[in-house]
């Protein structure tokens, strides 16, 4: 039989293990998300469908709405990062910036939210808000400094991660979905990485010549580098954990907000499949970051000129 010296050691072993390993920020993260009024879920599978593999979501918190037959989900992906030993940099820069009204068209949604999400592009109201701002300077890129040569790029494959499971997540949803018919269910996701550590902006400065370096508690990653080609843009936010629940306290109110905005849309969409027709979502002109319609609407287009 071990000795009570020789437990006690092992269960401090066994602690210091899972802190390194990052496992008491994913419960921190959770119970944060909680606090905030999130529905919260842990050890959630994704499937990626080109190798049919699961992977791990860290943290899936979520509000959800529903409007007669059609429901509907807003959620943040959370990925838990534990590197106090070497601090994030993130690179930033001018030319990141993007219009609002691109950053609502292009969020990671599946098929009805997508079309809801391209009618909703030219809303004023939504395009004050933090969830689809976008800086003078955003993120491009980035690296987990004081790394070694030859080191695994943490910062890239983190990114990565959490885009492919938002964008296989949203796919999960329309796995069902049939051709000129409304879906019964949608899904928009928000990327989020919460780093336990120290968080940097690095850009160049055409005043200094030189490289700046500013501590900072959250920022805006617009990223480009998506393995899914038809994802343009995905918006991907990084915040220091002590920064957390500061964030989610806006960030609840907005889905939120996002959520109302979209209810009314859903109407308008069934409206839409009953007259085959679009005319009932009178879509405005915006900025969207691309050309021509989504999935559904591009249906819808087709509908109505059979009608014709």
């Known amino acids: 039989m071990d000795a009570p010296g020789q437990s006690r050691n092992l269960i401090d072993k066994v ?7 990052g496992y008491p920020l994913e419960f921190q993260t959770s119970s944060s998300f909680q606090n905030a009024g999130f529905d919260v879920f842990q050890g959630f599978y994704v499937r990626e469908p080109k190798t ?3 992977r791990e979501v860290d943290v899936l918190a979520r509000i959800r709405a529903n409007f007669a037959k059609t429901n509907f989900e807003i959620s943040i992906i959370a990925e838990c990062k534990w590197s106090r030993d070497k601090p994030w940099v993130v690179f930033t820069a001018p030319r990141t910036k993007m219009a609002p009204s691109a950053c609502i068209a292009q969020s990671i949604s599946s098929t009805l939210c997508e079309a809801a999400m391209h009618c909703l592009a030219s809303d004023k109201d939504l395009q004050t808000l933090e969830l689809f ?3 003078e300077r955003n993120g491009f ?13 943490h910062f890239y494959s983190t990114v990565q991660s959490i885009v492919s499971k938002a964008v296989n997540y949203v796919a999960s949803v ?7 018919e409304l879906p019964d269910f949608g899904a928009i996701v928000f990327p989020l ?4 550590g120290d968080l940097f902006e690095a850009y160049f400065s055409q005043e200094t010549n030189d490289i700046c370096l500013n501590a900072v508690n959250f920022v805006r990653l617009h990223w480009r580098g998506a393995e899914d080609p038809s994802q343009f843009v995905s918006t991907v936010d990084i915040v220091k954990f002590s920064y957390l ?3 989610l306290a806006s960030r609840k109110k907005e889905m939120e ?3 109302d905005e979209i209810k009314e849309i859903i109407p308008r969409l069934v409206e839409c499949y009953e007259k085959s027709t679009l005319a009932p979502l009178a879509i405005q002109k915006a900025a969207r970051g691309y050309v021509g319609l989504p999935v559904l609407l591009s249906e819808l287009r087709v509908l109505e000129k059979k009608a014709q």
């Not at 004081?146 to 790029?153: K, Y």
């Not at 990485?193 to 336990?196: Q, R």
């Open 52 to 54: 049919n593999s699961v």
């Open 245 to 247: 629940s500061t964030l």
């Open 141 to 153: 890129g980035g690296r987990r400094a004081l790394s070694r040569d030859g080191e695994q790029d």
């Open 257 to 259: 907000k996002l959520r």
């Open 174 to 180: 329309d796995e069902d979905r049939r051709v000129n």
């Open 15 to 21: 602690r210091d293990w899972l802190r390194e390993q």
């Open 133 to 135: 701002s976008s800086k």
């Open 193 to 196: 990485i919460v780093l336990e």
